[in-house]
């Protein structure tokens, strides 16, 4: 007779249920509802304060999103895709440059890895405080040195030119320590072999790194993109932070968050904008899956 | 091993009840917490305002004297600063729990009704009023404490009073002034745009910055507005303001008006002009340090647009400090520059609060005039009670002068969520000299968007 790992015969079959049970009802209360929720809202003008009214009216706030509010829809939309596609390229650039500094096992390199991962460890109102009072042109040490390199001055986070790049770069600081940990993990997994070969064959840094190291990190590369986009798509704290979304910084996040939980209210609206931000997170996934898994293959 | 299975067995039974019974403690503490809430012997009175550190240190004072009035009685003072919409996520979760007793309202102003007609759905403040969600105070024994109009005006809808509108502050227009700074370069304080012009150029002449605003959060929309409430009101009485906007609100519905018409061009124009002089950096300012700056600085910006109720932060910040308050002047004629008064703070009691006699007891102590005149000490508001004065501050003389020449504020036109942000107002972080559009390009860009939300 086999051992019963998990208690009688009787027990064995209700517990797998039992131990299923409690993630699958959390899962519907607070993910499958809400969702649901969600586009059920997206039809109404409800303002999301409990005893008023629904005001059930079909398809007529995606009607204005796609009509009379279509620019700051199509506004918003921008900003979220440059967003996305800034903090994406600079983080997986930066994270890739760092792991490829400090991929080796050296006196120090530890703590400098600690360090630039350090960041992603504090709250984004603490990052978003920090780099406010950084960059406050009145009593913020970056005014002086801006105004010493360029000889100009800069409002920096109320500067229509700079606001969207600079919360970009916040962002980066952040979680670049992240994309480096991630890489580092899947450079040390390369086989060192390869670099002999290729020493050996004559290749110098470059080459080596183009035709090994990058093909070889090709997996690490989707994990990263993948991420570092996805979770920029629904980005609104760090903004709510820094600049409320003003000066060109409202994506479609902090859109979606001021509609419907505002000043004044209207959770309809919102949830609309919250059904369009999820169709758009599923494109760009999808399209970002679909490339970066052919990618692989390709390499 | 049957043994150990059973032993098992048993273990795993203790196990699951123990994690069952965490939920159901759960459950039943949650119960009790709420019966001794409800019950006579210690009940908890919610109270919630954003935050405003005197008026919050003011209320604080009034509560612990309800609560030594009221043995048993504890007060919860929940608040939330108004920046990163803080406060109106506090309000929606403590509206959605049903655990509010008294609630700071924003008024929503007639304006905030549009006639059915428009198809437009009232949100937040007035949704909530239109359902019935507060109680109508006008019955009130302390509402007799009151202007009924102005209360009306703030509060009302159709023949109820859902809030009771304690503090009223000039918010836009709103400008402080250094004397001492201005009595330095000989100058005296302006009472035309003419006037203020001149002044500015003097001082730039003189290598001082003339002006300071907190552009980060959108401050500059006090010039903005107080320009465009003198020019509109230009000629015209201060009662006549609350049926000059309901006017112009159904003007801009009908298309009789549009933001490219000549008097909003003109305040374009002055506003441009104005802000020509602030500080170069006002856009990265922010609100909640500007007025502690602005105090510091007793050598540099002599002008500094703010509302009212930063006067005694600047006060406390910086005691030494000779300032004054006043409407900017951004109309030609001194008589035309009076204050925008901006009706804020009203406290309402939710329909379906568990404590509502407790709450018109609170509200009654809050509103008794002793209590009442210290509270506006302490904020710098304006009085709303008219057996209260408003108390003169050491910043207040023109203010205690002039405030009873001002009038209720112009509201947007007609918009609601689903209406371009532009519709309703312009874009000034994106309009010179915050942005690249030019005054004529950002009144075409909001005209446009009003036409084609409105249907015109």
Not at chain 1, 238 to 258: A, H, Q, S
Not at chain 2, 8 to 33: D, E, I, M, N, T
Not at chain 2, 179 to 192: C, E, H, N, R
């Amino acid at each position: 007779m086999s051992t019963i790992p998990f208690g009688t015969k009787r027990t064995r079959r209700w517990l797998p249920w039992a131990s299923i049970a409690v993630p699958t009802i959390g899962w519907l209360v607070f993910g499958l509802f809400p969702s649901v929720a969600t586009v059920f809202y997206s039809f109404t003008e409800y303002s999301g304060f409990p005893g008023t009214p629904l005001h059930f009216c079909g398809l007529c706030n995606y009607h204005n999103a796609l009509n009379s509010s279509w620019t700051d829809f199509e506004t918003s939309v921008t900003v979220t895709l440059k967003y996305v596609a800034g903090v994406t390229v600079l983080q997986i650039s930066i994270g890739l440059g760092l792991a490829l500094l400090l991929r080796h096992r050296r006196r120090g390199f530890g703590l400098y890895r600690a360090l630039i991962f350090m960041p992603q460890v504090f709250s984004v109102t603490i990052v978003g405080v920090l780099f406010s009072l950084i960059l406050d042109p009145q009593n913020g040490p970056a005014e002086p040195a801006y105004h010493g390199l360029f000889g100009s001055t800069s409002a920096f986070l109320g500067d229509q030119t700079w606001a969207l790049w600079l919360v970009i770069m916040i962002n980066v600081w952040m979680f670049s320590g992240y994309t480096m940990l991630v890489y580092i993990a899947a450079l040390r997994r390369i086989p060192p072999e390869l670099y002999e070969a290729a020493s050996l064959d004559g290749a110098g840094r470059f080459r080596t790194f183009r035709h090994i190291t990058w093909p070889l990190l090709a997996n690490a590369t989707t994990v990263n993109v993948f991420l570092t986009a996805m979770g920029c798509v629904g980005e609104y704290a760090l903004i709510r932070v820094l600049t409320d979304g003003d000066y060109g910084t409202k994506t479609l996040g902090m859109y979606m968050f001021d509609t419907a939980f505002g000043v004044n209210p209207s959770l309809g609206y919102g949830s609309m904008l919250a059904v369009a931000q999820f169709v758009i997170t599923l494109v760009i996934g999808s399209a970002l899956l679909f490339f970066l898994r052919r990618r692989e293959v390709t390499l | 091993m049957a043994r150990s299975t059973s032993l098992s067995s048993r273990r795993h039974r203790r196990a699951l009840a123990a994690l069952a019974a965490v939920p159901l403690a759960a459950g039943l503490a949650a119960c009790g917490s709420s019966s001794a809430s409800g019950s006579g012997s210690s009940q908890t009175l919610t109270i919630a305002m954003w935050t405003n550190p005197a008026a919050v240190a003011q209320t604080q004072k009034i509560d612990a004297e309800f609560e030594k009035q009221h043995p048993g009685v504890k007060i919860k003072l929940q608040t939330a600063p108004t920046a990163a919409s803080a406060w109106p996520t506090l309000q929606q979760s403590l509206l959605s729990a049903k655990s509010v007793d008294v609630l700071a309202q924003f008024p929503p102003t007639p304006h905030a009704y549009p006639p059915a007609s428009t198809g437009i759905v009232p949100q937040g403040t007035p949704a909530l009023i239109q359902s019935g969600q507060f109680v109508d105070l006008s019955s009130q024994p302390f509402m007799k404490r009151f202007d009924p109009d102005a209360q009306k005006y703030a509060m009302g809808y159709n023949n109820g009073i859902y809030g009771v509108m304690t503090a009223e502050y000039v918010n836009n227009s709103g400008m402080f002034y250094k004397k001492d700074l201005l009595a330095k370069y000989g100058l005296s304080v302006p009472t035309t745009y003419g006037e203020f012009i001149s002044d500015m150029d003097t001082l730039k002449s003189k290598g001082i910055t003339p002006l300071y605003v907190a552009g980060k959060d959108g401050y500059q929309s006090i010039a903005w507005f107080g320009i465009m409430n003198q020019l509109l009101m230009q000629d015209k009485p201060s009662t006549d303001a609350a049926a000059l906007w309901e006017k112009r609100a159904q003007d801009f519905w009908s298309g009789a008006q549009s933001w490219e018409d000549p008097v909003y061009a003109d305040t374009a124009q002055r506003y441009e002009k104005i802000l020509s002089y602030m500080e170069p950096n006002a856009g990265g300012v922010p609100a909640q340090s500007a007025p502690g700056v602005w105090a510091a600085k007793a050598n540099d910006f002599p002008f500094f647009f703010d509302g009212s109720y930063d006067g005694n932060t600047i006060a406390q910040t910086n005691p030494s400090l000779n300032f004054g308050f006043m409407a900017m002047p951004g109309a030609d004629d001194a008589g035309w520059n009076r204050a925008v008064l901006a009706p804020d703070l009203s406290w309402a009691v939710p329909t379906w609060s568990k404590h509502q006699q407790l709450a018109m007891e609170w509200l009654d102590l809050f509103t008794q005039p002793d209590n009442y005149a210290a509270w506006l000490k302490a904020t710098g508001s304006i009085s709303t009670e008219p057996s209260v004065p408003t108390p003169a501050l050491s910043w207040t003389d023109w203010l205690s002068k002039n405030a009873s020449q001002g009038y209720v504020n112009a509201e947007a036109p007609w918009t609601s969520t689903k209406f371009p942000s532009e519709a309703g107002d312009i874009d000034r972080t994106k309009m010179q000299p915050f942005g690249s559009q030019t005054p004529a390009q950002a009144l075409k860009t909001s005209a446009d968007a009003y036409k084609s939300a409105a249907g015109h």
